[in-house]
């Protein structure tokens, strides 16, 4: 069993950015979500780039953050049965 679309949004809804504590949704981080039947695999596509600053040293900062907001979704989705795993793809 996958997410039907209602439950994604709901999860999408709830996994906050931890900097602006704002909903992944609201933010419009995650653009498309496919999933593979026969991998099981969930393939994410998100846009990080409004999120990245002009501060090199900031960088590593955000990517903390974005790393923090995939490992949520990541185990938020992997509660459903039919994924097995889940991949992002940057845009």
Do not use: H
Not at 55 to 61: H, L, R
Request: net charge negative; glycine share 4%.
């Amino acid at each position: 069993m996958i997410p039907s679309k209602e439950e994604i949004v709901e999860i999408l809804k709830s996994v906050k950015d931890p900097e602006t504590e704002q909903s992944v949704f609201d933010l419009g981080i995650v653009k498309n979500i496919d999933y593979q039947e026969t991998t099981g695999k969930l393939i994410v596509n998100v846009d990080f780039r409004r999120r990245n600053p002009s501060c090199i040293g900031c960088i590593p900062i955000a990517w903390m953050l974005q790393k923090k907001i995939t490992e949520e979704l990541s185990r938020r989705f992997l509660e459903f049965p039919g994924v097995r795993s889940v991949e992002y793809i940057d845009n």
